[in-house]
């Protein structure tokens, strides 16, 4: 899985009860848009170095 600088990643919650995350790729450390990023989660405001799983999609920031 790739992504670049300003995309979108969504993050499938685990439990019926909890929502999904939403968050913007502000960096990408791995080589050609490879794992980790560091992501800014939506409504929380803070950054995370993310390694994505299979409940992860990403799309460029204009979808």
């Known amino acids: 899985m790739?992504?670049?600088v300003g995309d979108r990643?969504?993050?499938?919650?685990?439990?019926?009860?909890?929502?999904?995350?939403?968050?913007?790729?502000v960096e990408v450390r791995g080589a050609a848009g490879d794992p980790p990023?560091?992501?800014?989660w939506?409504?929380?405001g803070e950054e995370?170095?993310?390694f994505p799983g299979s409940?992860?999609?990403?799309g460029s920031a204009v979808d």
Do not use: F, Q
């Open 37 to 40: 990023w560091v992501v800014r």
């Open 9 to 25: 990643v969504v993050v499938a919650s685990r439990r019926v009860d909890e929502p999904t995350r939403e968050g913007e790729v």
């Open 48 to 50: 995370s170095l993310y």
């Open 55 to 58: 409940d992860t999609v990403v």
């Open 2 to 4: 790739k992504a670049n």
């Open 42 to 44: 939506a409504g929380r």
